[in-house]
Nanobody, 124 residues
Framework: QVQLVESGGGSVQPGGSLRLSCAAS????????IGWFRQAPGKEREGVSC????????YYADSVKGRFFISRDNAKNTVYLQMNGLKPEDTAVYYC?????????????????WGRGTLVTVSS
């Protein structure tokens, strides 16, 4: 069964850190771009970060540059999102997704598999 499973979400105070993981099963990540999206209550889903399949180039939305860092471990078939300096506006459900390529703004193009999401809440 082809799936992506996210983990690592939770509640944290402003300024804190979390690391999200996304494990793939039923297929290998090597041939795909993979990234993270998020959807806050009442807002549209937006791309956060993406890492390419070839040279592993990384891309970020302006709102998270310098605070979030994406990495992939093809041997473990897993991608990570290290989130530092979290702000209340980072509160959202975070989804990982694979696709054909990354956009320059941290999104994934031509998504073919979505995870089910993990909730991140940033609040004092």
């Amino acid at each position: 069964q082809v799936q992506l499973v996210e983990s690592g979400g939770g509640s944290v105070q402003p300024g804190g850190s979390l690391r999200l993981s996304c494990a793939a099963s039923g297929f290998t990540l090597d041939d795909y771009a993979i990234g993270w999206f998020r959807q806050a209550p009442g807002k549209e889903r937006e791309g956060v970060s993406c890492v390419s399949s070839s040279v592993g180039s990384t891309y970020y939305a302006d709102s998270v540059k310098g605070r979030f860092f994406i990495s992939r471990d093809n041997a473990k078939n897993t991608v990570y999102l290290q989130m530092n300096g979290l702000k209340p506006e980072d509160t959202a459900v975070y989804y990982c997704a694979t696709g054909a390529r990354c956009s320059g703004y941290g999104s994934v193009r031509a998504v073919n598999v979505w995870g089910r999401g993990t909730l991140v809440t940033v609040s004092s």
